[in-house]
């Protein structure tokens, strides 16, 4: 049923409507008699947000590459627009084909972000497909499922997802639709699918699994049921370099975030920064060769147009080739008129011949992360970049001709004190120093340091998730040590946020299955796109945790032992308990651990690569 | 370098593609169809190309016009063929030709509008509603400029060609003021409707507005291409 003749009269009432109706050069149009099974892939965030994520393209190529599956796009409409789809009662449709999407075989989240939870269900209710689990009866289709990086710990949205992909989804979820096919054209019925899905490694069937607490609320056991594995492992690329990357994209219409070509250089990171997720769940560190890189890219602009490339990773300038890989970028997008942009820089190994390369790349300003004020700080959090380091990019970037720098931090760090708080502008201070000090400093410009400060949210799979977030009130001093702290310094500007939203991603980042009934509550009392702060209301979320009888501190500010059971303690990415609690206890000794390339800290990874992430048989570099 | 003007159609999903957003579409299109169109020169070169008149979000048309530039020996012909291939298939391009007319030429664009009935309107009461409309002395509207809102006299400037009642709703072929001094977009004639109707016929009931631009004239009433 094509949605066309319904979509239409609403779309002139409604904001940017080239969001709502598909179209764009590079999506896939097939012919529906000929598909097995269809993929509805969500993005539980609007349009433009949701166009600009890589990895919603990378598995829309993958599985539009098999001539039986087709996948489509589908985002959270914006306010305006659901307004009228209720009212119409227009159900959620997929951009491609334009019809619903409650006649897909599966309904596929991406979850970025905790905040986007409510949308999720938003969705699906929008979809006309029941929001909890149990609900959907026992005819197969269509099947919820959400990958992506918060499915480390899936358990505040175990109600509502019949299974999660853990890992690299690129054959995962080829490997799925296989099986259901096969299943569906069989007869099975939905939990006969779930159950036999539960045996293909990274495939989490929550509904498989029993949880018991603890009379103080912790987790007491989570036991498996039917046969599903007690202990659920992820899914790794073996050969990352040969794993086909999207040669085209579908180009938007509308602006959207970040509009341009994107080329995935590295997966993983090598630099073990305490506080990073993405560093422990991307493990093991892989490259792209430059060869491919420079491949891909040129056929990825050819196919989609785009005047701008962007790379895309962890840490850009690990890459073992970054200069040859440059070369070979700037030579064919200096020719074509195309702009190359670099995020994701480090301060430590941002040489000049990097930087003269960035010369020729038109930038608007230089970003790093120092992420701390204090050198002991950053060496707590494993930051391993020294004061020296980044006044040394600072003055590279300034002799460029770079007059502004943006510097990112957090507040709320474990073991962190007012100094360290007070360090934060010290430092920026000491930038702005530096460049006047400097001779050939840019004639007649003044300088001008933003310092961007976000409240750290400690997360599942890193050192830092035995540790209880700041509260609110300690939160709200170091804002004001903050604020006394960057008085009167002219060049600087210091920015950061309200800590609510922060404390509600701690909680679902940390949060257990029964948060599942807070999140449905929350939803229901009207909490939508959390993320944007003109709709957050905690107001309410505090109401749908008392409503649940639980309560945020238990999640977000409860020291956790190291030998309490996690909730997501039957996710397995491969990364030591016993790692994390050694990399813990030298971060309270404000003790720094080497980067991978130059030592193993034995993080537990190579037990199912097989082999060392590196060859330490050569002199490393750093 | 040849200058070429070509003429192509908006249709469907593409009718909602905002001017801005066509601007990128078209140059990122150049791209990927390899046609080497030139770029203008300076310290930040970008594709050259240019739209003599803009059509309004949501309207369709079939003579939607564009000039830009081969910056080699690529016949106009196969640039066309090549673009087709890599734009949707409800935005493409109709014909190449060298340009003719200057941009200011451009005085009139043809209209075709119908006006759904809605809630079980009979046509004929939407037709005699409409009538009744523009049987008015005047008709004053509020029209955004560059300087603000000034007040309009649509009535004056729309030429009625024909009103023609249809199974359901009523259809109007209009030629209005356009180019780039004047420009009067019919929507200020149908939103005039739509807000005299509750107050004069609260009976009559319209539904959507379905636009397509027929054709850009001249002054003397020749095609723009």
Redesign the interface.
Known sequence: MNL?EKI??L??RVQK??R??????GSIMKDKSQIKARFAFCFPDRYDVGMSHLGMKVLYAVINKRPEYWCERVFAPDTDFEALMREQKLPLYALESLEPVRDFDFIGFTLQYELCYTNILNMLDLAGVPVMQRDRGESIAPIVCAGGSCACNPEPLADFIDMFFIGEGEELDLEVMDLYVKMRDAGATRSEFLKAAAQIQGVYVPSLYDVSYNEDGTVKAVTPRDGAPAVVKKRIIENFDACPAPDSFV?P???IVHDRAVTEVLRGCLRGCRFCQAGFLYRPFREKTPETICEHSKKL???????ELSLCSLSTSDHSRIEEMMDGLLTFTEN??INLSLPSLRVDNFSTGLMNRLRRVRSSGLTFAPEAGTQRMRDVINKNVTEEELMRTCRIAFNAGQTSVKLYFMMGLPTETDEDIRGIIELAQRVVDMYYEMNQRPKGKPVQISCSIATFVPKPFTPFEFHPQDTREMIAHKQKVLEEAVAGHKRIRASWHFPDTSILEAVLAKGDRRLCAVIYSAWKRGCIFDAWSEHFRYDLWLEAFAEAGLNVEFYANRPRSYDEVFPWDHIDYYVDKAFLIRENEKAKQAQTTKHCRLSCAGCGVTKVTGHPCFDYTQTSES | MVPVRATFEKRRRAKYISHLDLMRCMQRAFRRAGVPIWFTEGFNPHAYLMFPLALSLGYESGCECMDFRIDGDMPMEEAMERLNRVLPPDLQLKSVAAPVRKHTDIAFADYAVVLDCADGTPAEALRRAWDAFIAQPQILVEKKTKRGTAEVDVKEKAQIMETETLESGIRLQLRMPAGTSVNVNPGLLTDAFAVWLPAHEPDVRMGMMHAERLAILCEDGTPFV
């Open positions: 066309f239409e009269p779309l002139l409507p080239a709502y109706i598909g179209g764009e050069p180009v219409f509308s602006e602009i050819d196919n989609t147009g785009y005047e074509e008129h």
